[in-house]
């Protein structure tokens, strides 16, 4: 790195210090009285959006509270906006559900059918920018000399044009590019691979770009599991990334379009000296972590690593090590940043009250109008999430399940579980996504697997109906025994969900059965996601197979050989 | 037998898989065709002697598809035995590739 770089991320990283403490005050005083902050944050959102068609058509003008508010709004989903977003994002139309100007869309994948677009203002650009970028660094600097070199940033940076001249794809892609001019110099690799204008095999150059920078302080990812795949990928290739490395080039097997590669070649010195640390690592590897040998000055990973990446999660740790701390982001979503950790290697994480209007339906209420306010919340219970926005949403009905594990200041901490969506409910013994994430982890735990992922089939054309597990193991073995492992589920969950053991020994559900998925099974689907348009950033694993497609997918791909 | 069979004729590449595409094969198989597809723009890929192809398989091609999408190319997939033509309607290929 040459004096200017240095000097330049010395910089970039004193403005982001600043403006983390500034956000960090924020949010110490914003969170004393939620109450408080709602409202005003509410009654303000209302104000600003009076005059938009919704506005009007609600009469917005003439609401003073809250409780007006939520008696004259009723709960929405997707379907209520619909019609609106295509006139905005096909159209350009403005002032329809909100008057904060809408220069993006975020893509929501919620099965293999059509993409939803999810409108994503201006405004919910500078919350989300203070929080990610500036928050975050403010987290980070508890730990000495996390800023003193580059880091590696795998997001997805690619983004489309829509005709009304908005862009579409990952939120956090927008997020980026409105900071491009600084991107370069505290990121490897470079913006041609950051902010592609082209597809490329960008797994291969991330690995490539991380590898060089021995100095690598922080590793930035959408989510836990794509780091997990690049360090799958370096440990399978290490040989070609250090033959790249020693002659400063890319091997000609790697796809990238020819006018980029002869661009990125340019810039790439040989370095022979790296290539032989990395060869002297990979050759001498025994059990410890990863992470620390090829990256001794690695200080944390940053990225979504809660709930259903927990799996991903907790390899990922093993390659890091003690050492190496975990900033596992706050619930995000493309509605919005709904809250952000507290401390780093956390899963808790406390509400944003100047982000969103929250209102919490308890789970498994009766109907929707029971949904309590941020000062009505119960310690230790669980609630969907109900959120009004500031990119035209209103009560809007997330399936998102958080616990209030308590408080940081005034406010509810949290903890997200699962996404009620993706409950399994075969007779009155509703297993929802957290319970079934434990079971299976217990049993990859108990059967001594590396589990890759899984998910379930509510199977009703048998009688009676019965849960099928189909799980993705790394490197499994030939002799594995399926049987165990099933006998290993079953056990689990009869002890996490009482009601699906009674329903089991009473008949009214069947004994269960388990499949093995083909290995990059999952990776498949997400690669498939991708090229019809998902943004890595929003794809979540598929955990239900709870519509057609999703289950003709995965059944297609189960691994014959376990199969008796 | 070799597992990839590959004829270049400018920009046009034909490729021809026998036996099993897994997840052992995937990577060895993908960087023999990934030598040439700079310079191409048609793809042609038969499977006529490919008895299986598993998730990595797909993978390939679907890496393939995007590269050649990505430069207005085209690629044709060939003669699938019914298993493997089972497998692409089953997860979804059969709407993503173009098979003959």
């Not at chain 1, 980029?260 to 370095?271: A, F, T």
């Not at chain 1, 789970?363 to 500031?390: C, Q, R």
Request: charged content about 25%.
């Amino acid at each position: 790195m040459n004096i200017f770089d240095k000097t330049f991320i010395s910089r970039a990283h004193n403005k982001l210090q600043e403006n983390g403490n500034v956000v960090k005050k924020r949010l110490d005083k914003i969170t004393i009285s939620p109450k408080y902050e709602q409202t005003d944050f509410l009654l303000n959102l209302i104000k600003n959006n009076k005059d938009t068609e919704i506005g009007r058509q609600k009469d917005f003008e003439s609401i003073k509270t809250v409780d007006e508010f939520r008696k004259r709004m009723p709960i929405s989903t997707y379907d209520d906006y619909a019609e609106a977003i295509y006139r905005m994002s096909e159209k350009g139309e403005s002032n329809v559900i909100t008057a904060y100007p809408v220069t993006h869309f975020s893509i929501a994948f919620e099965s293999m059918g059509n993409p939803k677009r999810i409108p994503y203002s201006e405004k919910t650009e500078s919350i989300n920018h203070d929080y990610l970028f500036a928050y975050n660094y403010w987290l980070l600097s508890s730990i000495p000399d996390h800023d003193k070199s580059k880091s590696l940033n795998t997001i997805e940076g690619m983004l489309n044009t829509l005709p009304s001249g908005a862009t579409i794809g990952g939120f956090n892609s927008k997020v980026m590019s409105n900071v491009m001019k600084v991107l370069d110099k505290i990121y490897v690799p470079p913006l041609e691979v950051m902010i592609p204008e082209r597809i490329m095999n960008f797994r291969y150059l991330h690995a490539l770009y991380g590898l060089r920078e021995a100095d690598l302080s922080s590793v930035l990812c959408d989510d836990n599991s794509y780091f997990l795949e690049i360090m799958r990928l370096i440990e399978n290739n290490w040989r070609m990334l250090a033959d790249d490395i020693e002659k400063g080039t890319i091997n000609s097997s790697i796809q990238v379009p020819d006018d980029v590669r002869i661009r990125l070649c340019s810039k790439m010195r040989p370095d022979g000296k790296r290539a032989e640390e990395l060869r002297r690592v990979f050759g001498n590897q025994q059990n410890e972590p990863l992470i620390p040998l090829i990256w001794p000055n690695m200080k944390a990973v940053i990225g979504i690593g809660t709930a259903e990446f927990s799996a991903y999660t907790e390899k990922l740790r093993k390659y890091c090590g003690p050492k190496i701390k975990f900033l596992l982001e706050g619930m995000i979503t493309p509605q919005g940043l709904f809250s952000v950790p507290i401390e780093l290697d956390s899963t808790e994480s406390v509400l944003i009250p100047d982000s969103i209007f929250y209102e919490f339906l308890p789970e498994n209420a009766h109907s929707d109008d029971d949904t309590v306010t941020i000062e009505e919340v119960e310690f230790g219970k669980n609630y969907e999430l109900v959120i009004t926005n500031t990119a035209g949403f209103y009560r809007y009905k997330t399936n998102r399940i958080v616990k209030i594990t308590g408080t940081f200041n005034g406010t509810p901490t949290v903890e997200y579980l699962y996404n009620s969506n993706e409950n399994i409910n075969l007779a009155g013994e509703n297993s929802n996504e957290y319970v079934l994430r434990e079971a299976v982890t217990k049993m990859a735990e108990e059967c001594h697997i590396d589990l890759t992922d899984y998910c379930i089939y509510a199977n009703t054309d048998v009688t009676p109906a019965r849960y099928e597990f189909l799980i993705e193991v790394h490197n499994l073995a030939d002799n594995f025994n399926a049987t165990q492992a099933l006998d290993a589920v079953t056990k689990q969950l009869s002890a996490l969900n009482p009601i699906f053991a009674e329903k089991i020994k009473e008949g009214s559900i069947g004994k269960s059965m388990l499949h093995i998925l083909q290995e990059d099974t999952y990776q498949l689907y997400r690669d498939m996601m991708t090229m019809k348009g998902a943004s890595a950033a929003q794809l979540t694993p598929v955990h239900n197979l709870n519509n057609i497609l999703r289950k003709r997918f995965f059944y297609a791909l189960i691994d014959d050989r376990f199969e008796k | 037998m070799e597992m990839v069979n590959k004829e270049v004729n400018g920009a046009e590449m034909t490729v021809r898989l026998s036996g099993r595409l897994d997840t052992a094969k995937s990577p060895e198989v993908l960087s023999e065709i990934e030598s040439d597809m700079n310079t191409t723009t048609k793809l042609t890929i038969d499977l006529k002697e490919l008895i299986y192809i598993s998730s990595s398989g797909l993978r390939i091609l679907l890496q393939l598809q995007k590269e050649i999408n990505a430069k207005k190319g085209s690629m044709v997939i060939k003669n699938p035995s019914a298993e493997i033509m089972n497998v692409f309607a089953m997860t979804g290929f059969d709407q993503i590739l173009k098979i003959e």
